[in-house]
């Protein structure tokens, strides 16, 4: 049997402690479009084309209408900004206090590396950085 194709990443999740610190860091800092929440569950966001979720796992860890899933420590993601931007980015986020903790050159592109308040490691890159 041939394999289907798969298509792109539709969304991606981290995980939160506290679910109003959360919905201001991404909302209000980051810029991203609270499409729903579920209070002491789950926010949804809107990051381009994709959807990112913030889930409380000791929620969604348990069984109910989706089979249950979680995380637990810090974990990664990360998203695209335009290449003009991307200096910006660095120079807006320790103007509001956020340390960049690292960038990387690749071959294809730049990297920035933070925090988020939960520990979760979030990256901005500049290009999609990875081969075709």
Not at 21 to 36: P, T, V
């Amino acid at each position: 049997m041939d394999r289907p194709r798969l298509t792109r990443v539709l969304e991606t999740v981290l995980y939160f402690a506290d679910q109003d610190r959360s919905e201001r860091f991404y909302r209000d800092l980051l810029g991203l479009k609270l499409l729903d929440r579920e209070p002491g569950r789950s926010l949804f966001f809107r990051a381009g084309d994709s959807v990112f979720l913030l889930f409380d796992a000791s929620e969604t860890a348990r069984a109910g209408a989706l089979p249950p899933h979680g995380a637990t420590g810090p974990v990664h993601t990360c998203f695209q900004v335009p290449a003009e931007d991307y200096d910006s980015w660095r120079d807006y986020l320790g103007a509001c206090g956020v340390p960049v903790i690292r960038e990387v050159r690749w071959p294809l592109g730049r990297s920035l590396y933070f925090h988020d308040p939960d520990g979760n490691l979030l990256e901005l890159a500049d290009a999609d950085i990875w081969p075709r």
